[in-house]
């Protein structure tokens, strides 16, 4: 094995046993990736650090997780433990025309290079709900379009086992 080998295999191994707490920072990146040009703002925000329309907002809901896998013990005596867990997505878009800018956004999510990115990052997005505002709130000024998505992602992380290296016996042969 040569170093640059043996170099991205540790990269690896950090990013799989850190993975949980990547999952939000990673559909954070599709998104925003998925609403060029707007502004992405992950939530919360407060008042005076929203930007001029159009913007929107990014939240998630960590969901429940699923039956949990152990891998082989490896050499080194360690396994993977990880588990697909559900999650929903809020975006809210504020802007005159908030339901295309969303609509785009979903169609984005399809698109073939933010499928190749989704499966990069090991996340999957299940299905997706556009909404629009009640109306109440359009009269103060707040109109947005909301655009649900239930989410699938897999976290991991390395345990390590002990491992008998050896076994010493000692005594004759046990009788018959």
Known sequence: MNLLDLCIGLLVQTRKRTAMSYAQDDFYTLITKAAEPHTVLREPVEEGQLPAMPYLLFSMTQGHPGPSH??????????????????????????????????????????????????????????????EVEPDQAEQGQAHTRLDLDVLYTASMDDEVHVIEFVEVKGGQPSA
Do not use: K, M, P
Not at 81 to 97: E, G, I, P, W
Not at 103 to 129: K, M, T, W
């Open 70 to 131: 152990h891998g082989r013990v490896n050499e080194a005596g360690i396994r993977q433990v990880s588990a697909h867990y559900q999650a929903q997505l809020q975006l809210r878009c504020f802007a005159t025309d908030s339901w295309n800018i969303l609509e785009r956004v979903h169609l984005a999510l399809e698109s073939e290079s933010l499928q190749a990115l989704s499966e990069e990052l090991n996340i999957a997005v299940v299905r997706a709900v556009l909404s």
